[in-house]
């Protein structure tokens, strides 16, 4: 019997399979709450709405998707020229191989749980070895915040930004230590993902990392690799310079003063230390200063006591575990310095660094927070004297995790709807105006109080609609003319835009905002030929997103047949090696 429990243990330890089956099992509490028919309720509901715009995008084939039809209140917006939409293509692939919108949603909800519990655990597993990455990873997922990010707030784009950390972290570990080419690239890849993922927590981790990679610099004597990363990270920015580039350089063209003001005010989202490190309560409501929030913004009591002890055990052992010790030191002072970020004495840095404004909640920081902690878990587990005290130390802490955080892990209501009544009827129009300032035409004085009609008008002279078809970014029709007209069309103005007439292209304003309340900035023409015309007006490229685009196709087309050799040298590199061994 002893012998079959040991031969089962190492096989176990010698199957990756079986590895990520078991942790899998164990990350499976943390979703299963969403196995099940219908949608759960959230504080961002604009998700399946993204998607279903995402999708309409797809089968119209535009690609790079930046225009949604139905986004402010039926008059189109550039969404995806500015928010990150990797989540979102992955989603309608998802939703046009079969599956609902809202189950997709879910779906994507779920898989970002799995995927930062692998990654997680595959950086670990390369430092420590089983038990401390199971460790490490099972903290990861059960974190009070990443319960916060799914089924209070519904941030799936930030949910997701947190299952590249680790991969961030490893390719870099991997790239200093070994210097094999093929992590560079692996780690541009991972940049990338990552910048058209989530702006903020790039914004935020990306210095994390720097930091990361120079101290491993510094701890391996591999000075002479650092311009390698520099040029990593130039290759990230090309691969997703189509989303990255036109969002911050046409920032201009758009309204972003809500994303800062009123309730997005960072101000007003700093962490006391007790809401920090002591709280252990629970809500679905909002942030607040002070000491009202309604909701969970701890780092974890769990998480936070295990990151102590893996410093005092470090520490200890320091003569022993010269680099693991150094390790731990660096992990402490990232996470103590990202942990201040959160709290109010940080905010002469918010002051002083313009752009920080447009993290706009001070907690976000807790995402990479909750990763720099979980780590150092893991080397508390990996620091422990060998034997029964370490699967001591490894049950306690994470029953203590599950015991405190499992129950914030579900949905706070349940809603027994499917794809037609989510997307029709009061819960489709209230999607139709949610969030309807962030990313608003400039042309636009105000968001409009009605929804875009189905026709365009006619402002003066006589003319007959005879057809007319709204796309994704795109608006047709034919028109008969019965005496030079004027026309408005329902689709706001924004660069790129381009109006033809029998497929020549005519010029049009913006600025005839007659009948209107305000102005809302649609694009305006005039056909002076009597007789049946066709019209279509249609977002184009701007030379700046032609750049864009053609930046990222070359980074591409440059990197995968660069990583397919790199990797088939690497493998037959390390054969010859075995070989002579």
């Known amino acids: 019997m002893h012998s079959f429990f040991k031969k089962g243990l190492t096989s176990f330890r010698s199957s990756i399979l079986l590895q990520l089956f078991l942790l899998i099992i164990f990350i499976v509490p943390s979703f299963s709450s969403l196995l099940r028919a219908g949608y759960f309720s959230m504080q961002d509901d604009q998700q399946a709405f993204r998607l279903h715009q995402m999708v309409k995008c797809l089968e119209d084939r535009q690609l790079p998707c930046r225009w949604i039809p139905d986004g402010g209140y039926g008059y189109g917006y550039p969404m995806f020229n500015y928010y990150p939409p990797s989540l979102y293509y992955l989603g309608a692939v998802l939703k046009i191989s079969g599956f609902q919108i809202i189950d997709t949603v879910k779906l994507l909800f779920i898989l970002g749980f799995i995927a930062s519990g692998v990654t997680m655990f595959f950086l670990l597993r390369d430092f420590f070895g089983l038990l401390p990455a199971y460790t490490g990873s099972l903290l990861y997922v059960y974190a009070p915040f990443r319960a916060v990010e799914v089924y209070v707030r519904g941030a799936l784009s930030e949910s997701w930004a ?31 993902l990552l910048l058209l993922t989530h702006i903020p927590m790039s914004v935020i981790f990306l210095p994390v990392l720097a930091v990361w990679i120079f101290a491993l610099a510094i701890f391996f004597r591999e000075f002479k690799r650092l311009p390698k990363f520099v040029a990593s990270f130039i290759l990230a920015v090309g691969m997703a310079a189509f989303f990255i580039i036109p969002a911050i350089v046409e920032k201009g063209y758009v309204h972003t003063e809500t994303l800062i003001g009123g309730y997005f005010d960072y101000r007003q989202h700093f962490v006391s230390l007790g809401g920090l490190f002591f709280s252990n309560r629970w809500g679905y409501g909002s942030s607040n200063l002070g000491q009202t929030d309604n909701l969970s913004l701890s780092v974890g009591i769990v998480h936070w006591i295990a990151a102590l002890g893996a410093l005092v055990l470090a520490l200890f ?52 927070a909750i990763f720099l902690l979980s780590f150092l878990a893991a080397v508390g587990i990996f620091l422990c004297p060998r034997g029964k005290f370490t699967l001591f ?64 008008e ?42 033809y007439v029998d497929d020549s292209f005519v010029q049009h304003l913006n600025n005839d905002c007659s009948g209107l309340p305000f102005c809302l ?3 305006n023409f005039s056909i002076p030929n009597e007789g049946r015309h066709t019209i279509k007006i249609k977002l ?5 997103r032609t750049f864009a685009n053609i930046f990222t196709l070359l980074s591409f087309s440059s990197v995968i047949p660069i990583l397919a050799v790199l990797m088939a040298s690497e493998v037959k590199s390390s054969r010859g090696y075995a070989k002579s061994v």
């Open 521 to 523: 900035g649609l694009i």
């Open 458 to 499: 006619v402002l003066s002279g006589e003319a007959v609609i005879e057809s007319y078809n709204k796309g994704s970014d795109f608006q047709e029709g034919v028109i008969l003319v019965k005496s030079a007209v004027k026309l408005r069309v329902p689709l706001y103005d924004f660069p790129g835009m381009s109006v």
């Open 317 to 368: 052992s320091i003569k022993r575990n010269v680099f693991i010790a150094k390790l731990a030191i660096l992990l402490v002072g990232l996470a103590l310095g990202i942990l201040f970020m959160v709290h109010q004495k940080s905010s002469f840095i918010w002051e002083t660094i313009n752009f920080l404004a447009y993290l706009q909640f001070p907690w976000r920081f807790l995402g990479p």
């Open 393 to 456: 130390a490894t049950l306690f802490l994470l029953l203590a995790a599950w015991s405190l955080y499992g129950n914030f892990f579900k949905p706070k209501d349940w809603l027994r709807i499917t794809d037609k009544e989510k997307l029709s009827g009061v819960i489709w129009e209230k999607q139709l105006t949610s969030s309807i300032f962030d990313y608003l035409p400039i042309y636009a004085q105000f968001p409009p109080t009605t929804k875009a009609p189905d026709y365009p």
């Open 162 to 192: 947190l299952a590249l950390f680790p991969l961030l972290f490893l390719y870099s570990f991997r790239a200093v230590k070994n210097g094999q080419r093929s992590n560079y690239l692996f780690l541009a890849i991972v940049i990338s």
């Open 540 to 544: 184009e490229n701007t030379p700046l």
